[in-house]
């Protein structure tokens, strides 16, 4: 499943549409929200999207993986819009029999969603005063 | 004829535009419309980015056929 979402991500959601009982290793990536903060703000952070190339990206990045490890069974869901400290912004999921291909394919889908498709974050901050 | 040009990030903020349209002149290459929209469109000079056409990367000398959509991404930041 291939997707860009305002909503907030179900891990669990995902795993159990992405796995079949021929999956013996499923590997998941979340990327999350760190703290940015420097003292009196707190950063957080805007995604925004191309959503029907982010959404053809990663199936083309899915279909990379697939040629590369034999690695059928992919997720990627990316979420936009403003999200705080500790949301999850991105989740890629790769099942396969055997856990080395599952490793290798999700590390190798974030790392080429990071790289090309056409989503950018920018930080925001909220000024945090003490009344 | 006129195309849409979609405008995302830094080309979206700085030209406070999320598209733009553009008479499509026979010929035109995406490094033409670049230029064109650097004089014609105030923000958008000096911006870095790609341009996308239906939904792919493309280079500065593809030539815009009508019907194509057409998009400038700058550097990209999600993941």
């Known amino acids: ?131 | 004829m006129r195309m849409t040009v979609k405008l995302f990030a830094a080309a979206r903020e700085r030209t406070r535009k999320s598209e733009v349209e553009f008479p499509l002149v026979p010929g035109m290459t995406l490094g033409d419309l670049g230029k064109a929209l650097s004089e014609h469109c105030v923000g958008f000079q000096g911006i870095t980015g790609r341009w996308a056409v239906n939904l792919k990367f493309a280079k500065t000398d593809y030539q815009v056929q009508a019907g194509d959509e057409i998009a400038f991404i700058p550097p990209v930041s999600g993941g």
Not at chain 1, 38 to 55: C, F, I, Q, S, W
Not at chain 1, 68 to 82: A, C, D, L, P, S
Not at chain 1, 114 to 125: A, C, G, L, N
């Open chain 1, 1 to 131: 499943m291939f997707a860009v979402t305002e909503s907030p991500i179900d891990v669990n959601a995902l795993l159990r549409e992405t796995a079949t009982e021929d999956d013996g290793g499923i590997s998941i990536f979340v990327g999350a929200v760190r703290r940015h903060s420097n003292g009196e703000t707190v950063k957080a952070l805007d995604y925004e999207a191309y959503a029907d190339m982010a959404v053809q990206s990663f199936q083309e990045i899915a279909e990379e993986a697939r040629t590369r490890w034999g690695v059928e069974r992919m997720t990627i869901v990316h979420r936009v819009g403003k999200l705080f400290i500790g949301e999850i912004a991105v989740v890629v999921v790769a099942a396969s029999p055997h856990r080395r291909e599952a490793f290798q394919a999700c590390h190798y889908a974030i790392d080429r969603v990071k790289e090309v498709s056409p989503i950018w974050k920018k930080e925001f901050v909220l000024e945090v005063s003490s009344v």
